[in-house]
């Protein structure tokens, strides 16, 4: 009987390793499904990078512009590109993308194609370039840079007719071949409404396949930046997770149909699906996509990112995480330091693979150089894998000891597709073994959180269902370093009522008292509302305060069948019985930014607020609110 001790496995696994590259593609696994592109594959490389919102809405204080805003008041005091990029590296991104364009129409660069832009604004007297700054300091920083230009122009008179196009498709090669090398462009699903659109002060609605020709635009990026994975149309290179809370589903496989986006498909993918459409799952660290100053106390705080990169990144998508400068076109102090803190204990975490020098055996291997020690040896270009026949092997890691770890993270070899549906993780402690997880897909990477540390000595990976033999690039541990807590911060903006006194003195559904505790994650749900039927709540502010408005934060719990409020009816009073209307509308675009709608009105002494609600903004059975805010004045 031959012997194998721990050191002739490590010798094995050692030669084995040393492999030339050549031995690894002798007899090789034929791909399964799609697979992805080369530009596709350098952005799964990615995991995590910046969006960085910044144009005229962080001057008036919206989310979405009308269009008719005066370039004049672009104008920031304090601009440092170097500042924002510097931050998101801290937070461990590794690239930027820049709005250059938002839905009204104002071009952050100085192009001849539209008077509204940066040109014709006070900053640096008209000779400023933001994207420029925004590059050059990207690239400074070593990390890629890309660009979202919006379809939507609410500004450009000819939006919606063939002459816009003539225009947009301008503005494409402008960026494209004007500001370097580009990892990803970035067109957003908002298209066709209200707008200004040069004075005429209309709704325009299009068909936007038909109207943008998808497949032309995104052609003609792929001309000028070859390796800029385009973002969301059918066609393109990478989706919409579906939702923008940061949430990718679980699985989150990047296999699509092939026929234009639906968002319940978007969030989960399609297992087998024919198109290679792999999920971006974008989201903001604060509420809104622009800065706002009474979000200053609602940044996510460092614990909340950790979640998120677990939602996203180890999902298999890749994070896209919004950060906003403020009026002095800089981040805020705050945001600064949780993104550090994020950075750092990331940084810390990954530093070190803690299943480095373990042996890997397998129940069947395909041949030396896919053997199981592939899974250790720190390349994505290797990988272990079996005969064809074989398609439910396990593979053994024996620890080495006084190791403890929390982390389990799992890669499969990308260019042969998503092979494995479903797998199970077994940890072997006191000479049991217990599975402590199970789940569908790998993908790109599937990040496993123990909810404790385990000093096991052997870990087993067992492919449960799979078309096809697997081919795992890697298994690796880590022990979390946990983030430094950043204290909160109270909110900048003097106008900002406080609601700690306040109290909910009658609403139309039990649970209103979510909509004061200060916690976007609580709401309060109740049926959709009628003109018959409205929904509505009243508020005591607990004294006299002069009111110049109020604001409202839909929730982004995922949820079925629930629907924020398509419009509002405000009222305020004195003494909670004489009651004096304030402001009534449509919220814009709430059922998709999800972002705070904030709405001003005549000052006015009152000490009373009543909200009320007679339609939901999307066909639901529910309505449903996180928060409801006040804003005073002198």
Same mark, same amino acid.
């Not at 569908?440 to 599937?446: F, L, N, Y």
């Not at 675009?589 to 339609?615: E, G, H, M, W």
């Given at each position: 009987m031959i012997d194998l001790t721990r050191r002739a496995l490590l010798a094995a696994s050692a030669a084995t390793a040393a492999l030339p590259a050549t031995a690894q593609r002798i007899g090789a696994p034929k791909p399964w499904g799609a697979t992805?592109?080369?530009?596709?594959?350098?952005?799964?490389?990615?995991?995590?990078?910046?969006?960085?919102?910044?144009?005229?809405?962080t001057f008036t204080d919206r989310e979405?512009?009308?269009?008719?805003?005066?370039?004049?008041?672009?104008?920031?005091?304090?601009?440092?590109?170097?500042?924002?990029? +510097?931050?998101?590296?801290?937070?461990?991104?590794?690239?930027?993308?820049?709005?250059? &364009?938002?839905?009204?129409?104002?071009?952050?660069?100085?192009?001849?194609?539209?008077?509204?832009?940066?040109?014709?604004?006070?900053? &640096?007297?008209g000779k400023g370039d933001i994207v420029r700054e925004m590059e050059q300091a990207t690239r400074r920083a070593g990390l890629a840079f890309g660009l979202y230009l919006s379809p939507w122009d609410r500004n450009h008179p000819e939006y919606g007719r063939p002459g816009y196009i003539d225009y947009f498709r301008k503005q494409v090669v402008e960026l494209c071949t004007g500001y370097g090398e580009l990892f990803e462009f970035w067109f957003d699903g908002a298209n066709g409404g209200d707008g200004y659109y040069g004075g005429a002060r209309e709704a325009r609605k299009i068909d936007a396949p038909k109207y943008y020709n998808w497949p032309s635009i995104v052609a003609l990026v792929h001309q000028h930046q070859p390796m800029a994975c385009t973002f969301d149309p059918l066609g393109a290179d990478v989706r919409w997770v579906g939702n923008? @809370?940061?949430?990718?589903? @679980?699985?989150?496989?990047?296999?699509?149909?092939?026929?234009?986006?639906?968002?319940?498909?978007?969030?989960?993918?399609?297992?087998?699906?024919?198109?290679?459409?792999?999920?971006?799952?974008?989201?903001?660290?604060?509420?809104?996509?622009?800065?706002? +100053?009474?979000?200053?106390?609602?940044? &996510?705080?460092?614990?909340?990112?950790?979640?998120?990169?677990?939602?996203? !990144?180890?999902?298999?998508?890749?994070?896209?995480?919004?950060?906003p400068p403020d009026r002095r076109g800089r981040l805020h102090d705050h945001d600064v330091a949780v993104l550090k803190s994020f950075g750092d204990a990331q940084a810390a975490t990954y530093a070190t693979d803690l299943a480095r020098g373990a042996v890997a055996r397998a129940s069947a291997e395909r041949g030396p150089g896919f053997a199981a020690a592939r899974v250790l040896d720190g390349r994505r270009d290797s990988y272990w894998s079996t005969p064809d026949a074989v398609t439910t092997p396990t593979l053994t890691l024996d620890l080495p000891p006084g190791r403890s770890f929390d982390v389990i993270r799992l890669r499969e070899h990308l260019p042969l597709g998503v092979?494995?549906?479903?797998?199970?993780?077994?940890?072997?402690?006191?000479?049991?073994?217990?599975?402590? $997880?199970?789940?569908?897909?790998?993908?790109?990477?599937?990040i496993i959180r123990l909810p404790r540390p385990s000093a096991a000595r052997r870990l087993r990976l067992r492919v449960i269902e799979a078309p096809a033999c697997p081919a795992i690039s890697e298994v690796a541990l880590f022990r979390q370093v946990a983030p430094v807590a950043v204290a909160p911060v109270r909110s900048s903006d003097p106008t900002v009522l406080a609601k700690d006194k306040w109290r909910i003195v009658a609403a139309s559904g039990a649970g209103a008292e979510a909509l004061i505790d200060g916690d976007a994650a609580t709401r309060w749900t109740v049926p959709a509302p009628s003109t018959a039927a409205p929904a509505s709540v009243t508020v005591d502010l607990a004294? $006299?305060?002069?009111?110049?408005?109020?604001?409202?934060?839909?929730?982004?719990?995922?949820? &079925?069948?629930? +629907?924020?409020?398509?419009?509002?009816?405000?009222?305020?009073?004195?003494?909670?019985?004489?009651?004096?209307?304030?402001?009534?509308?449509?919220?814009?675009?709430?059922?998709?930014?999800?972002?705070?709608?904030? !709405?001003?009105?005549?000052?006015?002494?009152?000490?009373?607020?009543?909200?009320?609600?007679? $339609?939901?903004?999307?066909?639901?059975?529910?309505?449903?609110?996180?928060?409801?805010?006040?804003?005073?004045?002198?």
């Open positions: 992805p592109s080369r530009r596709q594959l350098a952005w799964h490389a990615r995991e995590q990078y910046a969006f960085v919102h910044f144009s005229i809405n979405w512009g009308y269009g008719d805003e005066s370039p004049d008041l672009f104008n920031p005091t304090d601009f440092s590109a170097d500042q924002i990029v +510097a931050a998101a590296k801290a937070g461990g991104m590794r690239g930027i993308i820049l709005t250059a &364009k938002h839905h009204d129409g104002f071009c952050l660069w100085p192009t001849r194609l539209t008077e509204h832009c940066i040109r014709n604004s006070p900053y &640096k007297q923008e @809370d940061g949430v990718a589903g @679980d699985p989150c496989w990047p296999t699509m149909p092939n026929h234009p986006y639906v968002q319940s498909e978007g969030n989960s993918g399609v297992r087998g699906a024919p198109l290679w459409w792999p999920a971006e799952t974008d989201v903001s660290i604060r509420p809104g996509w622009f800065y706002h +100053a009474d979000e200053d106390a609602k940044v &996510k705080d460092p614990a909340r990112l950790l979640r998120l990169y677990d939602e996203s !990144v180890g999902r298999g998508t890749n994070l896209n995480l919004n950060l092979r494995v549906t479903r797998f199970a993780v077994d940890l072997e402690e006191g000479g049991a073994w217990r599975t402590v $997880a199970e789940h569908e897909g790998i993908g790109a990477q599937r004294a $006299a305060v002069t009111l110049t408005g109020f604001s409202l934060t839909p929730s982004r719990t995922v949820a &079925k069948d629930t +629907a924020p409020p398509r419009g509002y009816r405000c009222e305020t009073s004195a003494d909670g019985t004489n009651w004096q209307p304030a402001a009534e509308g449509e919220f814009s675009n709430i059922a998709y930014a999800l972002s705070t709608q904030r !709405v001003a009105f005549t000052p006015r002494r009152a000490r009373y607020l009543r909200v009320s609600f007679d $339609a939901v903004a999307l066909p639901a059975s529910q309505l449903t609110v996180a928060e409801i805010g006040a804003f005073g004045g002198a």
